[in-house]
């Protein structure tokens, strides 16, 4: 499969309608549904990537300042 984005379907789609032929509108449907689908995804990972990386700087700051507590009493 060649490289497509959303707007080629969606032109295809406009195509169907100017030429009246809908034979192969419904596999352009499913085509579109699929690059939605993998864009509302890799949305959502983008999303988590960022919540995980907040906390892994507060969880980093939490581990410095027990290593400085440890320190202390072990001094």
């Known amino acids: ?3 497509r984005y959303l707007c080629s379907v969606l032109d ?3 195509e169907c309608t100017k030429t009246l ?3 192969y509108l419904l596999g ?3 085509e579109a549904q ?3 689908n993998r864009m509302e ?3 959502l990972d983008m999303k988590d990537y960022n919540r995980l990386h907040e906390e892994i700087k507060v ?5 410095k300042s027990l290593e400085k507590k440890v320190q202390e ?3």
Do not use: P, Q
């Not at 969880?59 to 581990?63: D, I, N, Q, R």
């Open 28 to 30: 352009l449907i499913e």
């Open 12 to 14: 295809e789609m406009r």
């Open 1 to 3: 499969m060649t490289n």
């Open 41 to 43: 995804t890799r949305l």
């Open 34 to 36: 699929t690059f939605a």
């Open 21 to 23: 032929n809908f034979s």
């Open 73 to 75: 009493l072990e001094e």
């Open 59 to 63: 969880l980093k700051k939490k581990k």
